[in-house]
C-alpha cells in the first residue's frame, strides 16, 4: 500500500451560558463543552486509538504560584464516552462524540487529550501494539490560549497526524505513537469540502495558500472535507493513487471565508493520456 500522509480530527464544541462563580480566576459564566472524533484514511487497514479522558487547563491568576506546575489544574470536563476507536471509520466528515459538558469561562490555555495504552494499527491481516513513550502517558498537551467569554461558542479541531505520530522504531520492531496535533478553532476558521469522481481509487486532496498546508483523503463516496482552514485563499490539488490511471488536478483561488464553507462540488479526474 502507498506511503501516504493520514491525520484525524478533534472537534471540541463550546458554547458559554450565563451563570454566576465566586472564583477570582475565572470569568462570569459557564461553557458548555463537547468534543469529537474525525478522520481521513490512509495505508493501514486499522488505526486502533484508546481515548480515557479530555482535560483542560486554566490560566493562572496573578499572583498563583501553584499553575506553574505543569501537572497542577488541570480539570475534567466531564463523563468521557471512553473506549477503542477506529480512526478510519471516521471518515468524510463523519465524526462520534467524546464528551460534553459544562466549564467555567475564562482564559483555557491547553487541552489534554488523555490516551489509554490499548492502541494499535492493523495491515494486511495482522495486528500492531503501538508503543507509548513515557513522556506522553500522561496525555497529549495541546496549546490553545483562548479566552472563553460568557456567550460565546468555539469549536476546535485538533487535527492528529498519524503518518507523522506512528514511527517505526527500527530493528526492534515496534511502531512508537508519539502524537502529532494541529489545533484549529472554527470560530476563526471555515473548511472546504467537495467529491472527486472517480472515487474507486484512493486520492488525497492538499489545500495550500504558501504558508500552511492542509491535506485528507476523500472516503469510498469520494467525499472529502478539510476543516479548521485559515480565511485566505488556497490551491486545491487533487493527486489520484500513482496506479489509478489518472492525472493530477489543480483548482486554484479558493476563498475561505471565517465560518463558511467552501463547497466545490463535484471534481472530475481525468485519465493520464495514453502513450508508446
Known amino acids: 500500500m502507498k506511503n501516504l500522509i493520514r491525520s484525524f480530527l478533534v472537534l471540541l464544541t463550546i458554547a458559554t451560558i450565563t451563570a454566576c462563580t465566586d472564583n477570582d480566576d475565572k470569568q462570569e459564566g459557564t461553557a458548555s463543552i463537547a468534543v469529537r472524533l474525525t478522520d481521513k484514511p490512509g495505508d493501514y487497514d ?12 486554566r490560566a ?21 464516552n471512553t473506549g477503542i476507536y477506529d480512526l478510519l471509520e471516521l471518515t468524510g466528515g463523519i465524526d462520534t462524540l467524546l464528551v460534553s459538558g459544562d466549564i ?27 508503543k507509548t513513550p513515557s513522556a506522553e502517558q500522561s496525555g497529549l498537551k495541546i496549546k490553545i490560549d483562548d479566552i472563553f467569554e460568557p456567550g460565546s461558542t468555539h469549536n476546535f479541531l485538533l487535527d492528529f497526524d498519524v503518518s507523522r505520530s506512528i514511527i517505526d522504531a ?19 476558521s471555515g473548511k472546504i469540502e467537495g467529491m472527486v469522481s472517480p472515487s474507486t481509487f484512493q486520492s488525497i486532496v492538499t489545500a495550500t495558500n504558501g504558508e500552511i498546508t492542509v491535506s485528507a483523503y476523500v472516503d469510498k463516496r469520494g467525499k472529502f472535507v478539510l476543516n479548521g482552514m485559515p480565511e485566505g485563499s488556497y490551491e486545491i490539488t487533487v ?3 500513482t496506479d489509478s ?19 466545490l462540488g463535484i471534481i472530475e479526474l481525468e485519465e493520464l493520456p495514453v502513450t508508446g
Not at 527500527?170 to 476563526?188: H, Y
Open 104 to 130: 467555567s469561562a475564562g482564559k483555557i490555555e491547553q487541552i489534554r487529550l488523555v490516551l489509554g495504552d490499548n492502541n494499535t494499527v492493523e495491515k494486511d491481516g495482522s495486528v500492531y501494539d503501538l
Open 245 to 263: 490511471g489518472y492525472q493530477e488536478k489543480t483548482v486554484e483561488n479558493v476563498e475561505v471565508l471565517v465560518r463558511k464553507s467552501a463547497d
Open 60 to 80: 493562572k491568576a496573578d499572583g498563583d504560584e501553584s499553575l506553574n506546575d505543569e501537572e497542577f489544574g488541570w480539570e475534567s470536563i466531564g463523563t468521557v
Open 239 to 241: 493527486t489520484p493513487a
Open 46 to 57: 486499522k488505526v486502533n486509538i484508546e481515548v480515557t479522558d479530555v482535560l483542560i487547563k
Open 170 to 188: 527500527g530493528n526492534s520492531g515496534n511502531l512508537i505513537l508519539k502524537p502529532v496535533i494541529r489545533a484549529s478553532d472554527e470560530s476563526n
